[in-house]
């Protein structure tokens, strides 16, 4: 019975120089890495390199399977040699049975057939279609190799699928077993050094979540956040030093183009800063956190390290009622024409209240540091002291002295109802009146101070006749009113708004 034997030196990481063999880069040299919150990282490892006064050929395996060929940079960071690249071939199709298979199209291999209750057996068949499709990796952007159902023939019959377990003869010489990059180097100064590689590669991110921790009454919290961080990459990075950039850094898609903000990509190639401990600091117009201690960051593997703690952190609890049920998004291509023809518009109601929670990013307040984006979610303890889930909600990156802002939830015992009780429109004079009442119902046992969101849709131009009580005016077309509605209670605002257009 004919087969591959593969040695295990064949199986382990492959490095090497035109007559030369040097050691294995991974071992010696552990990568650095910058993950990017966009499902991409920057690589930087050195990798040791023995060229002779002739042009080298060089293999180097220990990449990962969405790298971009474009973004690879090679060269002697010691600056004392000229380092050219003559030609670079990258190849992330490692050897499978699938692809195997369509190396050996139009051509008979034995199959080992185990029949039930039978003794095995070897079959002869030749492959008509492996059903192969090879990976790509265009403009950055990696395919997964695509499969269809082979058709191999038999006895002079054909057959969809495999008769049994494929005995290839032997590996072909240009099979990999790993995403390999290959170069052709020239140098002016022949001999050993170390050279810095770097690249781009996708399927590498990271997210920071945060936990907010309240007391059985009040709304003193802890918090506690973390980094999550995500391998897709295709490859294992042991040992590495880690820094998280927190901002969003422009990367071009479907391009050809070096896809990385370029002054920041040769910022970070020139300097390696130690990591003493998780620490924050600005880079250019971002954040950095770089992160304790090497870690190992294993292919498919989510990793979570803790990053901010903080406790007693004052916050604030606000209920938010927006009475107008509408879908501003499908409004906001409208022509002014539409929306002074349409009657309703914004007369629905929407009866939930809106439960928010805010607190400052500030050092008085026991933070201070600049939170990258992630979700927060909210835990309360309960009078058995176990905690208990009261909402998440998903916050941008907030530098610090930002006031935080989010949405957990509705309110149960709180209510709302919006309706309006006047319109009248005068086309040939360019003016809209309509007036609004809306109530607010408190059906728990102490009091509650709501803030009623109005959104003055109609125009630019409005000025506000009549209103029960005083309004705050937050930007060019909403207000709010601020009321405290008593246990079993009801506040009611009305209010008239002129338009001219």
Known sequence: MKGIF???????????????????????????????????????????????????????TEVSSHLEPDSVILRDPSGQRSLQVLEQNYRADPVSQELLLSLYEGKTID???????????????????????????????????????????????LRFGLPGQPLFPALTADTILKPTLNWQLRTDKPGRFDAELAYITSGMTWQADYNLI?????????????????????????????????????????????????????????????????????????????????????????????????????????????????????????QPEQIRSDRDFGTQCNKKVWVMQKFVNSAKNGLGMPLPKG??????????????FTGESMIDHTPKDETVRVY????????????????????RNNWINESFEIRVRNHKTEPVNVIIAERLYRGLSWKITDESQAHTKTDSQKMEFYVTVQPEGEQVVTYTVHYTW
């Not at 050195?46 to 042009?55: D, K």
């Not at 008509?128 to 265009?138: E, K």
């Not at 898609?253 to 990509?265: F, K, V």
């Not at 957990?408 to 086309?427: C, M, P, Q, Y």
């Open 111 to 157: 199959f080992l057939v185990s029949p039930a209750g039978s003794p095995q057996q070897i079959v002869k068949g030749k492959i008509i279609r492996s059903g192969y499709v090879p990976s790509m990796v265009r403009y950055g952007q990696y395919q997964a190799p695509a499969y269809s159902q082979p058709i191999i023939e038999v006895d002079g019959v």
């Open 375 to 388: 979700k927060l979610r909210f835990y309360r303890r309960d009078t058995d002291g176990h905690l208990e």
């Open 214 to 334: 309240a007391p059985e009454k009040g709304d003193v919290m802890d918090l506690v956040g973390w980094v999550t961080i995500t391998n897709t990459s295709g490859r294992s990075f042991e040992n590495a030093r880690i820094k998280l950039l927190a901002g969003d850094v422009n990367k071009v898609e479907n391009s050809n183009e070096l896809a990385i903000a370029g002054r920041a990509m040769k910022e970070m190639l020139a300097a390696d800063a130690p990591a003493p401990a998780v620490t924050e600091h600005t880079f250019d117009e971002f954040h950095m956190y770089t992160l304790q201690r090497p870690a190992t960051l294993h292919d498919q593997e989510t990793k979570q390290v803790e990053f901010v703690r903080a406790m007693n952190v004052a916050s604030k609890r606000l209920y938010v009622y927006d009475g107008a049920s509408v879908n501003w998004n499908q409004y906001r291509y409208w």
């Open 6 to 60: 593969l040695s295990a030196a064949l199986l382990c990481a492959v490095f090497f120089t035109t007559g030369v063999v040097a050691e294995n880069p991974a071992t010696s040299q552990p990568a650095a890495l910058t993950i990017y919150n966009g499902n991409f990282a920057l690589v930087r490892q050195y990798i040791p390199l023995e060229l002779t006064s002739a042009v080298s050929n060089v293999s180097f």
């Open 408 to 427: 957990t939830g509705n309110a149960f015992d709180l209510t709302g109802e919006r309706k309006r009780t006047d319109f009248s429109i005068d086309t």
